[in-house]
């Protein structure tokens, strides 16, 4: 069901067009006389569409929809009016109307265009807000991943790196838009054996162990660097790479190796995926009720799982060793307080009734509000990781 505000200063018009909107059974229509009016009922209530007429007294449809816009700069709005200069439809684009709709001859037509581009709007509108919470989505798990990511374009331009690549490359701000060996490199030509150009060539994943550098281009620690060719979802085209680094100075030999190898990251959700499933190490995301919503590829593993929905809607007491259980409470509340960067130490019990020990870190994700909606948890087996030091 769709909410839409008719303001119009014809009584008898608002009657038509309120029985015949509602008639459909798609619409819930609010009449009223006045822009004004309107204006002063949006501060109590919501809508999901606006129409109004342009020719009214005191406030017309085109000052009526600058005042809005400054407060609603995304609600649909339409103008529907017997005025139909060339002038008016104009300014009302440029003010920011979705559409413009002349009345005028039998009323069905034009009610049902009208209909029709509610509609239209108002599809068009969560349709971007879909796309904004995807887009939150992503920064955040941009954020909250503790190595190194960078995307390139094809020319190797760097487009997009997380806070851990700003922190690591501070030197050479800004980073956006430079070429890749530039910035981490301080070379003027692309390195010999480059990854990231083996990924755009054939479309496969590859791996280079890599010096960084510091400002005067000496060699001040390691990076194992696993690069992931970017497909366009319609014409196949490879259309840039997604770098990932580790930073391997004091342990080069990392964990696990990536499993998001071939796939083809199409929408920005199956990017959100990749970025979860390269990770060295587990992932979990659970909610505010301690719910778990998403387990990476290697947590399963860990938990001696194969499937999704083995973990899935489950708690993650479930999970971890009771003992533990006050003080993971605690540290939620903590965490949707926004205390964040710590790390835990807990006993994971898997299926088959065996634990291990881990380290946790956690961090907080957030709606489009800011408020907090659940938890990002970086598990990392320390088992392994002892091993992999006592080998090097």
């Not at 822009?35 to 000052?63: E, F, W």
């Not at 798990?141 to 501070?170: C, E, H, T």
């Not at 960084?212 to 690069?227: A, P, R, S």
């Not at 990251?265 to 499933?277: D, V, Y």
């Amino acid at each position: 069901m769709i909410s839409v505000m008719y303001v119009d200063d014809e009584v008898e018009l608002l009657d038509l067009g309120k029985i015949f909107l509602e008639g459909t059974g798609n619409f819930k229509v609010d009449t009223i006389p006045s822009a004004q009016q309107a204006l002063q009922k949006l501060k109590t209530t919501t809508c999901d569409a606006v129409v109004s007429d342009y020719q009214m007294p005191k406030m017309d449809g085109i000052q009526f929809l600058t005042a809005l816009r400054k407060v609603y700069p995304k609600l649909p709005f339409i103008i529907f009016t017997g005025k139909g200069r060339e002038d008016v439809v104009i300014e009302a684009f440029d003010k920011g109307a979705d559409f413009y709709l002349q009345k005028g001859g039998a009323p069905k037509p034009q009610f049902t265009e009208l209909a029709r581009k509610i509609e239209i709007a108002v599809e068009r509108k969560r349709k971007d807000e879909t796309i904004r919470q995807n887009e939150t989505f992503l920064e955040n798990l941009f954020s909250s991943i503790q190595d190194g990511i960078s995307i390139l374009d094809k020319n190797m331009n760097i487009i997009r790196i997380n806070p851990v690549i700003q922190r690591w490359y501070a030197h050479a701000m800004p980073i956006v838009g430079k070429k890749c060996w530039e910035v981490y490199h301080g070379k003027k030509e692309r390195c010999e054996f480059c990854p990231s150009i083996k990924s755009l060539t054939t479309g496969e994943t590859a791996f280079a162990h890599v010096p960084m550098t510091n400002t005067e281009g000496k060699i001040v620690g390691w990076i194992d660097l696993y690069t992931f060719p970017l497909t366009d979802s319609v014409s196949g085209e490879i259309t840039g790479v997604i770098e990932y680094k580790r930073d391997a100075t004091r342990r080069w030999k990392v964990e696990n190796a990536l499993r998001q190898s071939e796939q083809q990251l199409k929408q920005s959700e199956a990017l959100h995926r990749s970025l979860l499933e390269i990770s060295p190490d587990g992932i979990v995301l659970f909610d505010t009720n301690a719910v778990i919503t998403f387990a990476s590829s290697l947590l399963l593993k860990m938990f001696g799982l194969t499937y999704q929905n083995e973990v899935i809607g489950t708690s993650i007491f479930d999970w971890i060793a009771p003992e533990h259980h006050k003080e993971i409470i605690e540290k939620q509340k903590k965490i949707f307080d926004g205390l964040t960067g710590s790390s835990l130490i807990y006993r994971i019990i898997r299926r088959d009734k065996s634990s291990f020990i881990v380290e946790v870190n956690e961090s907080t994700i957030y709606d489009l509000s800011g408020k907090p909606i659940g938890v990002m948890a970086n598990i990392r087996d320390i088992n392994d990781q002892q091993k992999g030091e006592k080998n090097n």
